[in-house]
């Protein structure tokens, strides 16, 4: 039996001291052109790389204390932490598969997203060559690696949402998104007789448990479940992705919708998949829901499955300059 491991990550101030950024930097937001946050975001992704968001961590470890111990499940959650262990304290990514590269990014007015995004696709170069990130950016049809993690034609990867908001700071999301999960995510039509899930919530629910019962083990379970109700094709998928940089534990803002979460994850929980599809009570972290309008012809469930490494971070740029990382 492997011993039952206490997940204490290295302190802020080791992580701190590995630092890409030099000891004060501060960025001059009264000078938005001439910002470079090419180091920022470079430290944002070896942040991200190596170093589970701590509400992932405390989910796993609730998750082990849910199973037996010395079963396969207790085993492999508890391979789990050791797996979160050796990454953060080694900054070595979590998992083979660093994912594809997902930000999103809020901006005040003045800055330009042009060379935002060129400071982007740089730091994300930066980070392969010093191997935080797999290069993961291959051609569709003939499968050769543009080995730098950017596709040429400057649209496809790294995938950056940018928004422009009221505020003075600068916020970027990122998101670590595997492919063996992203295989696993689904979009439902509804009505759809082949599950029997007609246009409301009993409907979605069907919806969601078919999706999970299909994934089995494959999405890398216990999963995180982005989940969006409405849009169209596109932003449907697109919100189900966004909701997973919401942290596990936190409440929904629209009490049905939090209700409806709840539930949900006690019930998919007892489908008995569990970690990896290898049994047991642990099968989904969380389930977080949006949501949203549609076309009156058209109703879209998508549900984008994420995988236990649930890599994602936020940075801050404060108003006075300062960065923060959450
Ligand atoms: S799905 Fe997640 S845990 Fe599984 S191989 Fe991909 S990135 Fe790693």
């Known amino acids: 039996m492997s011993e039952c491991l206490i997940p204490t990550l290295t302190s802020n101030e080791v992580v701190a001291s590995k630092s890409v950024l030099p000891a004060g930097w501060k960025a001059d937001l009264r000078n938005l052109k001439a910002l470079d946050l090419t180091q920022p975001v470079m430290e944002l992704l070896r942040r991200t790389t190596s170093r589970l968001p701590q509400d992932v961590i405390d989910a796993l470890v609730k998750g082990r204390a849910a199973e037996t111990e010395g079963s ?23 998992c083979q598969d660093t994912g594809t590269v997902i930000f999103f990014v809020h901006h005040p007015y003045g800055l330009s997203q042009r060379a935002l995004k060129q400071q982007i696709r740089e730091a994300v170069a930066q980070a392969t060559k010093n191997v935080w990130l797999r290069p993961n950016c291959v051609e569709a049809l003939s499968g050769k690696n543009s080995g730098n993690n950017m596709d040429p034609f400057h649209e496809g990867h790294p995938v950056i949402h940018f928004e422009e908001w009221d505020r003075p700071e600068i916020e970027i999301a990122v998101m670590l ?86 539930e949900l994850t006690n019930d998919l929980n007892t489908l008995g998949i569990g970690p990896m599809g290898y049994g047991g009570n642990t099968t989904i972290l969380g389930v977080l829901v949006e949501e949203m309008f ?33």
Not at 199 to 210: E, F, N, Y
Not at 296 to 325: D, K
């Open 294 to 326: 549609r076309h009156p012809a058209s109703f879209y469930v998508s549900i984008s499955y994420m995988c236990w490494s649930s890599r994602r971070r936020v940075m801050t740029i404060g108003s006075t300059g300062e960065v923060s990382f959450d």
């Open 177 to 262: 998104k595997g492919g063996g999960c992203e295989n696993v995510g689904a979009q439902y039509r509804l009505p759809d007789a082949s599950i029997g899930a007609g246009r409301d919530l009993k409907g979605v629910r069907k919806c969601i448990i078919d999706a999970v019962v299909k994934a089995q083990g494959q999405g890398c379970s216990p999963g995180i479940l982005g989940v969006a109700i409405g849009g169209d094709r596109v932003t449907s998928y697109e919100k189900s992705k966004e909701v997973i940089l919401r942290k596990l534990g936190t409440k929904n803002p629209n009490p049905a919708m939090d209700a409806f979460e709840k």
């Open 72 to 94: 396969r499940a207790f085993n492999t959650l508890n391979d789990m932490v050791e797996n979160i262990l050796l990454a953060d304290g080694n900054v070595t990514p979590l």
